[in-house]
C-alpha cells in the first residue's frame, strides 16, 4: 500500500527527467516502469536500463509509505494531459496504481517495487564540483562527435578525464567516431588535494552524456558534482543523482591525429562558411553528402555535383597565402562542427588534401576539432 499527493508540476518535472533513462526495447518488462517510493519527506522516483540509473527527490505528502512500480511512459502522458494542480495517487496490495486527478480517474498495471533493480550504493566523498554552465558546454561540443551504434564499441562513448594539480583541475572530454573527432577543456576550479591521483580517466556511455546535458540545461541551483569510482561514474545535481557504468576497452590516442599547428591554414567567417556549406550540399551526392573544398590565395571554393541533379559552386573571401590545396569533405561533418563554435572567425588547417583538418575559433583555444576529408 503507498498513498500519496503531489503537485502536478513536481510530477511532470520528476517523469520528464526519467524518459530518457527508462529502457525502450522491452528486454525486461520492469525496466520500462519506474518505482516510485513514498517516504516521511518527500516521494523518490527511480529509472534504471542497467546501465544508467537516475534517482530524484521530490515534495508530496504521503498518507502511506510504501512503493510501486509503474509504466514510466503511460503516468508521464497521464499526467501530461492533466489540467488540475493537485494528483493522488494510491497503489493497493495487488500493485494496481489509482491516480486521481480532479474528476479523472486512472487506474495501471503496476509491478511490486521489490522486483526493482537496486541502483548501486553511492559514497557522497571524492565528488568534484563542476561549473554546471561550462560543464554543459564541454558536452556540446564534444558529444556530436562520438559515435552512434558504431561498431567499435568504445567509440559510442565519451572520453572523460580528470587532471588535479596542487593549483587547479582540470577536465577535457574527448569525442570521436573514427571520421571527426572533438576535444574541449576547461578549469573546474579547485585545486586537487595533495598528494591525489594526478589523472583520472574513464569511458562514459554516449546516453549518460546525453542526460547529464538535459539536467544541466535544466538550470537551477547548485554546483552539479562529478565523481568516479573503479567501474561508475557519480553525478549529482541538486536532489538529483545519476549514475552511469563505465565503458570498458582502450579509448583511442587521440592525441595523434590532432594535427600539429603548422600546415596550411585557411582563416574564414563561420556564418558564411556555414551557410555556403548548406547551399552548396544541396547537390550533393545522397549518402556522403561530399564537398570539393579548395584553398587558394584569399578564397575560399566549395563544389558539389550529382549526376541526376547538377552542380553547385560557391566562393567565399579568407585569409589565406599558400599554394592552392584542393581537397573534399562529407558536408554533414563540417556543419555539425561550425553547429557548435560560437566565434565569428574559424580557421582549417591542414597539411595535404588527405591528412586530417583541424578546425579552431580564434575566441576558445582549448576546443580543437579535426574532421577527416574524403576523395570527391
Not at 571554393?301 to 541533379?309: E, V
Request: charged fraction near 25%.
Amino acid at each position: 500500500m503507498m498513498k500519496l499527493r503531489m503537485g502536478r508540476a513536481e510530477l511532470l518535472t520528476g517523469l520528464q527527467r526519467v524518459q530518457g533513462v527508462v529502457e525502450k526495447r522491452n528486454t525486461m518488462p520492469i525496466l520500462s516502469n519506474i518505482l516510485m517510493e513514498a517516504k516521511q519527506d518527500g516521494v523518490e522516483i527511480v529509472a534504471t536500463d542497467l546501465e544508467i540509473g537516475m534517482r530524484g527527490h521530490y515534495k508530496a505528502t504521503v498518507e502511506k509509505p510504501g512503493g510501486v512500480t509503474i509504466s514510466a511512459r503511460k503516468l508521464y502522458e497521464i499526467v501530461k494531459e492533466l489540467a488540475v494542480s493537485d494528483i493522488e495517487i494510491t497503489s493497493s496490495e495487488n500493485n494496481w496504481t489509482t491516480i486521481q486527478a480532479g474528476k479523472s480517474q486512472f487506474k495501471i498495471v503496476g509491478l511490486p517495487s521489490t522486483d526493482y533493480p537496486a541502483l548501486p550504493t553511492i559514497e557522497r566523498e571524492g565528488l568534484i564540483p563542476l561549473a554546471g554552465a561550462g560543464f554543459l558546454e564541454l558536452i556540446r561540443k564534444t558529444l556530436f562527435a562520438a559515435g552512434d551504434n558504431d561498431a567499435r564499441y568504445i567509440l559510442n562513448g565519451l572520453l572523460v578525464t580528470l587532471i588535479s594539480s596542487e593549483k587547479k583541475t582540470i577536465i577535457r572530454l574527448v569525442g570521436t567516431d573514427g571520421h571527426r573527432l572533438a576535444v574541449a577543456e576547461q578549469e573546474v576550479g579547485k585545486p586537487g588535494a595533495k598528494g591525489a591521483p594526478q589523472e583520472i580517466k574513464a569511458i562514459i556511455p554516449k546516453k549518460a552524456a546525453h542526460e547529464m546535458q538535459r539536467l544541466l540545461e535544466e538550470g537551477g541551483e547548485g554546483e552539479p558534482l562529478i565523481g568516479f569510482t573503479k567501474n561508475l561514474m557519480i553525478f549529482r545535481k541538486s536532489g538529483l543523482l545519476l549514475t552511469s557504468r563505465l565503458m570498458e576497452g582502450n579509448y583511442p590516442n587521440y592525441q595523434q591525429v590532432i594535427p600539429k599547428e603548422s600546415g596550411r591554414k585557411i582563416g574564414v567567417n563561420r556564418n558564411e562558411l556555414e551557410s555556403a556549406l548548406r547551399r552548396v550540399s544541396v547537390l550533393s551526392r545522397d549518402k556522403a553528402s561530399a564537398v570539393k573544398v579548395s584553398f587558394a590565395s584569399g578564397q575560399l571554393t566549395l563544389y558539389s555535383s550529382n549526376p541526376d541533379f547538377g552542380e553547385a559552386t560557391e566562393e567565399l573571401p579568407a585569409q589565406y597565402e599558400g599554394e592552392t590545396l584542393n581537397t573534399g569533405f562529407n558536408a554533414r561533418y563540417l556543419l555539425d562542427v561550425l553547429g557548435v563554435m560560437d566565434g565569428e572567425t574559424i580557421s582549417l588547417q591542414m597539411d595535404n588534401p588527405l591528412s586530417p583538418c583541424l578546425i579552431q575559433e580564434s575566441d576558445s583555444p582549448e576546443f580543437k576539432c579535426v574532421v577527416m576529408p574524403i576523395k570527391v
